[in-house]
């Protein structure tokens, strides 16, 4: 049987299950098992600063990134006192985080010669080696013969990634494949953990419409509260906006929003990496101005 060409992206997006949690628990096997908090110290309910990370025994507790940490503790004690055990509270170890995150990037690397590194802990990558592609010029399009075999193609890759993952580094991941990079990164959060989810070009509009709105990406909580008061709360509900009118209510977002919510992402695959920021940071106990005293920490 002939198959028409049809000119299509295969793109998968990878996220590492609550990584710094996970690498801590994979280095210290005391901590396997309880639930994990890595971030700034808690100082019994008083300290400052936030979650960084929290595994999913933690999550149970109510406990999740970018928490006040205070609060993280609140929940933990508040689980105690239900008969639970009481979160581990971590400081960070990014030497080793980023040594664990080079290592998955290599092992991607030998699966895909397109690799775009997003933080840390997640890329997105292209499918290859595959018999059902052509390949082309454009980094992260390929030409597909037989699109059926080609996601079946995908899938074996996602399974094997997951696997040499597993067995080389003893951490799961989250895998998402779609048709382009938004689909991709919103599929991989669909399962979590250990996840693989898989959406087709055909089903993408279908797969966002019950989705709450938050999940599009770019739809913080100052937009999810004007969509709230709008009586939006799926990406359902968002598609019955014209494009004016989205621009009318969000300027230039509006106009983007409009393609989000149908699974529309031409952004390309960019293969070099470079971090957002490196630094360092501390959260004093108490608050101050005083230029003395910042002048001396920066010193």
């Given at each position: 049987?002939?198959?028409?060409k049809t000119?299509?992206r295969?793109i998968?997006?990878i996220?590492?299950?609550?990584?710094?949690?996970?690498?801590?628990?994979?280095d210290h096997?005391?901590?396997?098992?309880?639930?994990?908090?890595?971030g700034a110290?808690?100082?019994?309910g008083?300290?400052?600063?936030v979650v960084?990370?929290?595994?999913?025994?933690a999550?149970?507790?109510?406990?999740?990134?970018?928490?006040?940490?205070?609060?993280?503790?609140?929940?933990?004690?508040a689980?105690?006192?239900k008969g639970?055990e009481?979160?581990?509270f971590?400081f960070?170890?990014f030497?080793?985080?980023e040594?664990?995150?080079?290592?998955?990037m290599k092992?991607?690397?030998?699966?895909?010669?397109?690799?775009?590194q997003?933080?840390?802990?997640?890329?997105?990558?292209?499918?290859?080696n595959?018999?059902?592609?052509?390949?082309?010029?454009t980094a992260g399009?390929?030409e597909?013969r037989?699109?059926?075999?080609a996601?079946?193609?995908?899938?074996k890759?996602?399974?094997s990634?997951?696997?040499?993952?597993?067995?080389?580094?003893?951490?799961?991941c989250?895998i998402?494949i779609?048709?382009?990079k938004?689909i991709?990164?919103?599929?991989?959060?669909?399962k979590k953990?250990?996840?693989?989810?898989?959406?087709?070009?055909?089903e993408?509009?279908?797969f966002?419409?019950?989705?709450?709105?938050?999940?599009?990406?770019?739809i913080g909580p100052?937009t999810?509260?004007?969509?709230?008061?709008?009586?939006?709360a799926?990406?359902?509900?968002?598609?019955?906006?014209?494009?004016s009118?989205l621009?009318?209510?969000?300027?230039?977002?509006?106009k983007?929003?409009y393609r989000?919510v149908?699974?529309?992402?031409?952004?390309p695959l960019?293969?070099?990496y470079?971090?957002?920021s490196i630094?360092?940071q501390?959260?004093?106990?108490?608050d101050?101005?005083?230029?003395n005293?910042l002048?001396a920490?920066?010193n």
């Amino acid at each position: 049987m002939r198959y028409n060409k049809t000119i299509m992206r295969i793109i998968a997006h990878i996220d590492m299950d609550a990584f710094f949690a996970a690498v801590e628990e994979r280095d210290h096997e005391w901590l396997r098992g309880k639930p994990i908090v890595v971030g700034a110290d808690p100082r019994e309910g008083r300290g400052r600063g936030v979650v960084s990370t929290a595994n999913y025994k933690a999550r149970e507790y109510g406990i999740r990134s970018a928490l006040p940490i205070s609060k993280a503790w609140e929940l933990s004690e508040a689980a105690k006192r239900k008969g639970l055990e009481p979160a581990v509270f971590l400081f960070t170890n990014f030497a080793e985080y980023e040594k664990t995150s080079a290592r998955i990037m290599k092992i991607l690397k030998t699966f895909s010669n397109v690799v775009e590194q997003a933080s840390i802990d997640e890329a997105y990558f292209e499918i290859k080696n595959s018999k059902s592609l052509d390949r082309t010029p454009t980094a992260g399009q390929a030409e597909i013969r037989n699109p059926k075999h080609a996601w079946g193609t995908a899938a074996k890759t996602a399974k094997s990634i997951k696997e040499e993952i597993r067995k080389k580094e003893k951490l799961t991941c989250s895998i998402g494949i779609g048709p382009n990079k938004l689909i991709a990164k919103i599929a991989s959060d669909f399962k979590k953990p250990d996840g693989l989810t898989i959406i087709t070009e055909e089903e993408k509009e279908l797969f966002l419409e019950p989705l709450p709105v938050r999940k599009i990406p770019g739809i913080g909580p100052k937009t999810e509260l004007l969509l709230k008061r709008m009586n939006i709360a799926t990406v359902r509900d968002l598609k019955g906006f014209a494009e004016s009118e989205l621009s009318e209510l969000m300027g230039k977002w509006g106009k983007e929003l409009y393609r989000k919510v149908r699974g529309i992402d031409d952004s390309p695959l960019e293969t070099f990496y470079e971090s957002k920021s490196i630094g360092e940071q501390e959260t004093f106990d108490e608050d101050t101005r005083s230029p003395n005293i910042l002048i001396a920490k920066l010193n």
